[in-house]
């Protein structure tokens, strides 16, 4: 079986991204489709980037969890807020604390906001970035527009019928992106 990490990646006060995050690991786990882990920036609380991972000499014990848990994930689904058009500080910088560990990883990310564009301004941003380290992005996105109607506290989103529905086409296109690389790493 698949192992998806979902990094949830708001560490903000009243954050509601992480509604998502809850929903995506509900969804795949229901589905049996992958192991879930999250991975809450919020509770990693890791300091601001210096220096990649591997240039570190005494890297954090959490730095080198977190990285595993990245290294060992078959998939990643970011889900990131967005803020003025960009996404957090927190997102930002544990992508460019990690390098080799985003390789050719299958990321499909879903975006959120309190508005009616659902963060899909910050897609393209994060897409480049991504794209610079190497890191293989889904082409299936999931954005959420006002949350706070959408997703309650625990991850139940209010029409969970058309939220599936979405849902089976985002989680869909990562496990074929996920399968496909195996696919390759079998024929190499």
Known sequence: ???????????????????????????????????????????????VFEERLKFQVSPDKKVLEFAKLITDADGVIIVTPEYNGGYPASLKNVIDLLYNEWHRK?????????????GTQVITSLQFTLWKIRAWTVPAMFPVPAVDK?????????????????????????????????KMN???
């Open 106 to 118: 299958p990321v499909a990310i879903s975006t959120v906001s309190d508005g009616v564009f659902g």
């Open 1 to 47: 079986m698949a192992t998806i990490a979902i990094i949830s990646s708001s560490i903000r006060t009243g954050r509601k991204s992480h509604r998502v995050a809850l929903y995506f690991k509900k969804y795949i786990e229901e589905r049996q489709l992958a192991s879930v882990n999250i991975l809450d920036l919020n509770e990693y609380k890791f300091p």
């Open 150 to 182: 959408t997703f309650d506290e625990n991850g139940i989103a209010a029409d969970k019928e058309s939220t599936d529905k979405k849902a089976d086409a985002f989680v869909d296109e990562l496990m074929w992106c996920i399968e496909a690389k195996n």
């Open 186 to 188: 079998t024929n190499s």
